[in-house]
């Protein structure tokens, strides 16, 4: 089993930042395989910062430049720095970790930007 607790999350200004974390416990292959995603009311889950097979990082283009997604091993977390905050990143915020074989979520995390 394995188990994600994101936290962080808050309400901030436009402009400002936020640090989310993604705890891991459990049966972990490799943090190179938790990704974060977020959802809006009334709109689809959408991945935000992952990394790639070889673990090099990955972005969705709105956030490129402005967010930045690392990890601790020695602590099993996967941090999202969030900078330069925008209105429209307000949303649930999850991380998730896939394999061919497993598909886990956290609970999620809620970051609001206000203008």
């Known amino acids: 089993q394995v188990q994600l607790v994101e936290s962080g999350g808050g309400l901030v200004q436009a402009g400002g930042s936020l640090r989310l974390s993604c705890r891991a416990s459990?049966?972990?292959?490799?943090?190179?395989?938790i990704g974060w995603y977020r959802q809006a009311p009334g709109k689809p889950r959408e991945l935000v910062a992952g990394f790639t097979s070889g673990g090099a990082t990955k972005y969705l283009d709105s956030v490129k430049g402005r967010f930045t997604i690392s990890r601790d091993n020695a602590k099993n977390t996967v941090y999202l720095q969030m900078n330069s905050l925008k209105p429209e990143d307000t949303a649930n915020y999850y991380c998730?970790?896939?394999?061919?074989?497993?598909?886990?979520w956290g609970q999620g995390t809620s970051v609001t930007v206000s203008s």
């Open positions: 998730n970790y896939k394999l061919a074989w497993a598909d886990y």
């Open positions: 459990g049966s972990i292959f490799s943090l190179n395989y």
